[in-house]
């Protein structure tokens, strides 16, 4: 009876299906935080018309207590919940560690790392970053005798075999994480910016013993080995101006020169192939299920309006005012047939600091040209800082080449289901869907309910049912 209240209101968004990520920390210990409320909200998701819900999945939670020991029981539950409203679901793996709220690695990941600091990628420093694991180790026995992608391929099988009666219904994408934040990316720039402070340009991630290793033979076997002692020595620290040093000097930059060439050929090849090992392992695991497996890309837009492109260098992206370096990574995707997730879709230029010559939508543009090339499908995210007029942004990709596939609304966060919260997401979710109608002209019949009050009644009832 309340769906076909709804009916007036669910409008199809015709190529887009929208899903929306549930909060990071909806399972911990290995069962469901605030299972009503969550339950009650699927329920109003589902009125509203959304396709599903995105669940990550946390390393650090399933395999917590030792390696090869996994627990999916709190994750089972929320894929039978989804399944009950009705709903898909879209899965992330996440191989990665959380900062806010605080999801660890591991404990036996960290463990071994106390000893062995260089599992983990560092800077120039030596500092290392204990938020996912060096792609330098992918392939050495670092892990009791296994490599990383070992237990990730043990991890994705156990996963596989736990959730048989979901995947291809109900779970209908996997997203592999394949780094920093579960972006194919290094960990450039760590912490949080301020929004109101000018990004610094990054600082390159070579310096863990295993990078420099490989560093090391690939200048001697390019004929230059003075070339592979170390990373570049004029770029600039994480949070200084790319013009605090010569490397990334908009012209003359070393960047541009046969060392700067080879630095970020090789730099940017190891990420590349780091998320080719990982995504041709989830297309493996996952060929016989009819599941869409999605990798995701990140955003670098600030410094995109320099010729050298900063920060997308140091994050792993060769791609600069002479160089296209998304082309290569949508190769990659296609090669193992998965498609990219694109956060950023609420980023507009107009927004952006003016001293951070940065270009969210345009590099948005690029990799959009470079993935319709190769032929890889686009889901959009907005990005985790809330951006003014975001929606309008959102919109305005939907209906571009930039997004074809899916948009994760990220992300439904503890509060969310609170009376004073929810009424935005529904409102968001209507604008998406209406283009013409604004909230003024909602029809109204005699007798029936809007959807927003119907909703407003779920989410006071789901407030209730938590307090009893
Ligand atoms: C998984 O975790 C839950 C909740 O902590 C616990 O009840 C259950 O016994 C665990 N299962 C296994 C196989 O350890
Ligand atoms: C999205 O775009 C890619 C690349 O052009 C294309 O191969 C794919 O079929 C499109 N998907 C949808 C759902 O339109
Ligand atoms: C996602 O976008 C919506 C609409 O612009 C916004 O209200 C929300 O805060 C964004 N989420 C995050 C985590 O920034
Ligand atoms: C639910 O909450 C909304 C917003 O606070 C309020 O306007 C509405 O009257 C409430 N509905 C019920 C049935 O209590």
């Given at each position: 009876m309340l769906s076909r209240l709804f009916g007036c209101f669910i409008l199809q968004l015709n190529r887009i299906r929208l899903f929306a990520g549930l909060p990071l920390d909806v399972v911990s210990g290995g069962s469901v935080n605030q299972f009503r409320a969550i339950s009650a909200g699927l329920k109003a998701l589902k009125l509203l018309g959304l396709e599903g819900v995105e669940l990550p999945i946390w390393w650090g939670v399933v395999e917590h207590e030792s390696m090869g020991k996994y627990n999916w029981s709190g994750y089972l539950?929320?894929?039978?919940?989804?399944?009950?409203?009705?709903l898909k679901l879209y899965v992330t793996l996440c191989f990665h560690a959380s900062s806010q709220p605080k999801i660890p690695l591991p404990e036996w990941v960290l463990d071994i790392g106390k000893t062995k600091s260089n599992i983990f990628f560092k800077d120039r420093a030596g500092k290392?970053?204990?938020?996912?694991?060096?792609?330098?180790?992918?392939?050495?026995?670092?892990?009791?005798?296994?490599?990383?992608m070992e237990v990730y391929q043990d991890f994705c099988e156990s996963f596989k075999s736990a959730f048989s009666a979901f995947i291809g219904s109900t779970i209908t994408g996997i997203t592999m994480g394949l780094g920093p934040d579960g972006e194919l990316r290094y960990p450039s720039h760590r912490g949080f910016?301020?929004?109101d402070t000018v990004p610094g340009a990054g600082e390159f991630q070579c310096y863990d013993k295993n990078m420099l290793h490989l560093l090391k033979q690939h200048a001697e076997a390019c004929g230059k080995p003075k070339w592979g002692l170390g990373g570049p020595h004029n770029a600039p620290a994480y949070s200084e101006l790319p013009t605090a040093n010569t490397f990334f000097k908009d012209h003359g930059g070393s960047w541009e020169s046969p060392y700067g060439d080879f630095f970020l050929s090789w730099y940017s090849s190891q990420l590349i192939a780091h998320g080719d090992r990982l995504l041709s392992l989830a297309s493996l695991v996952f060929s016989d299920s009819a599941v869409n497996i999605f990798g995701k890309v990140p955003l670098m837009h600030s410094w995109h309006g320099t010729r050298s492109h900063p920060s997308e260098l140091t994050a792993g992206f060769y791609n600069t005012a002479t160089r296209k370096g998304y082309e290569e990574v949508a190769e990659m995707f296609a090669r193992n047939s998965c498609k990219i997730i694109l956060p950023g879709m609420d980023q507009s230029d107009k927004y952006q600091l003016k001293e951070s010559l940065s270009s969210p939508e345009s590099l948005l543009a690029e990799i959009g040209t470079a993935c319709n090339k190769h032929g890889v499908g686009i889901s959009g995210q907005n990005s985790t800082v809330g951006a003014p007029d975001g929606l309008k942004q959102i919109k305005k990709n939907m209906l571009s080449e930039n997004l074809n596939d899916s948009f994760i609304f990220q992300r439904i966060g503890a509060q969310f289901f609170a009376p004073e919260h929810f009424p935005l997401f529904i409102e968001f979710v209507r604008k998406l869907n209406q283009p013409e109608l604004h909230s003024g002209n909602l029809p109204t019949k005699e007798g029936t309910t809007t959807a927003t009050d119907s909703v407003h009644t779920r989410s006071n009832l789901s407030i209730h049912m938590q307090s009893a």
């Open positions: 539950t929320i894929a039978e919940m989804v399944r009950k409203a009705g290392p970053y204990r938020g996912c694991l060096s792609l330098a180790v992918d392939e050495l026995a670092v892990l009791n005798g296994k490599t990383p910016a301020k929004s």
